[in-house]
């Protein structure tokens, strides 16, 4: 029988035992001090740190949350507050509402598209995207009725856009032209030039629209409305567009 044997083979015992890390060692004497020998006055001490990274916890979480608030009312979304009665009945006084401002980065307006608009513009120019708002600018919503390249005539109680009247279900009243504001100067019917659009309020006897101060440049637009939010009651997305062309 042969009795030979290859030793290395064989694990040697020191190779099994796993040497204590230092960092394990000097845990192990802190909690040893912490448990049998802190004082009450290192106690105290202690527990005055927990708490203090505690209130730094919530302070960052709070300051984060803050932040990304911020940066979704300047960019995304942006509430915003009817005022009067300019678009009976679509929307009513004292309704707020929450308007989409990334649409028109992507895209222009659209005619049916409600749009929230600086009329008296603040001094910056990208006073819009701003988290707060400005209390020297003054904004107007009104409903997108002709963009850049349409010719909007107002006779006969009616708007037609390119020689086609325009069925508007949504309006209250009848839309009759109105006397331009002092520096406004246009004649129907009224090619809408690039860049602009024609608004009009859905109350066509009690709006401040296009008709009195001209046609509104898109870069001042703010955002579209896509729904009401305030009161709870009445909460609703607005609708799409719901006009059509009707016979001259």
Same mark, same amino acid.
């Given at each position: 029988?042969?009795?030979?044997?290859?030793?290395? #083979?064989?694990?040697?015992?020191?190779?099994?035992?796993?040497?204590?890390?230092?960092? *394990?060692?000097?845990?192990?004497?802190?909690?040893?001090?912490?448990? &049998?020998?802190?004082?009450?006055?290192?106690?105290?001490?202690?527990?005055?740190?927990?708490? #203090?990274?505690?209130?730094?916890?919530?302070?960052?979480? /709070?300051?984060?949350?803050?932040?990304?608030?911020? +940066? %979704?009312?300047?960019?995304?979304?942006?509430?915003?507050?009817?005022?009067?009665?300019?678009?009976?009945?679509? !929307?009513?006084?004292?309704?707020? +509402?929450?308007?989409?401002?990334?649409?028109?980065?992507?895209?222009?307006?659209?005619?049916? *598209?409600?749009?929230?608009?600086?009329?008296? &513009?603040? &001094?910056?120019?990208?006073?819009?995207? !701003?988290?707060?708002?400005?209390?020297?600018?003054?904004?107007? /919503?009104?409903?997108?009725?002709?963009?850049?390249?349409?010719? =909007?005539?107002?006779?006969?109680?009616?708007?037609? %856009? $390119?020689?086609?009247? #325009? $069925?508007?279900?949504? /309006?209250?009243?009848?839309?009759? @032209?109105?006397?331009?504001?002092?520096?406004? $100067?246009?004649?129907?019917?009224?090619?809408?030039?690039?860049?602009?659009?024609?608004?009009?309020? *859905?109350?066509?006897?009690?709006?401040?629209?296009?008709?009195?101060?001209?046609?509104?440049?898109?870069?001042? =637009?703010?955002?579209?409305?896509?729904?009401?939010?305030?009161?709870?009651? &009445? /909460?609703?997305?607005?609708? *799409?567009?719901?006009?059509?062309?009707? @016979?001259?």
């Amino acid at each position: 029988m042969n009795n030979e044997y290859n030793d290395e #083979l064989i694990p040697k015992p020191e190779e099994n035992i796993q040497p204590a890390k230092e960092d *394990d060692f000097l845990a192990d004497v802190e909690n040893e001090f912490r448990n &049998k020998k802190m004082g009450p006055k290192h106690a105290k001490q202690l527990k005055k740190k927990t708490l #203090l990274r505690e209130i730094l916890g919530w302070v960052q979480a /709070i300051a984060i949350a803050i932040i990304v608030a911020m +940066l %979704i009312n300047a960019f995304v979304f942006e509430r915003a507050f009817v005022v009067g009665h300019s678009m009976n009945p679509t !929307l009513q006084n004292g309704e707020s +509402l929450f308007e989409y401002k990334l649409g028109y980065l992507f895209g222009e307006p659209k005619r049916g *598209d409600i749009v929230v608009f600086e009329y008296q &513009k603040a &001094k910056g120019k990208w006073d819009k995207w !701003l988290p707060f708002y400005d209390p020297s600018e003054q904004d107007y /919503i009104k409903r997108v009725i002709a963009v850049g390249g349409e010719t =909007i005539d107002i006779k006969e109680n009616f708007v037609f %856009i $390119n020689g086609q009247k #325009l $069925n508007e279900p949504y /309006i209250q009243g009848i839309t009759v @032209q109105l006397t331009q504001e002092s520096g406004v $100067n246009f004649t129907y019917p009224y090619t809408v030039q690039k860049g602009e659009v024609f608004v009009l309020g *859905d109350n066509r006897q009690e709006s401040k629209d296009s008709r009195v101060i001209g046609p509104v440049k898109i870069d001042t =637009i703010r955002g579209r409305a896509v729904g009401v939010i305030v009161p709870l009651d &009445k /909460i609703r997305l607005l609708p *799409d567009n719901s006009w059509s062309f009707g @016979q001259q």
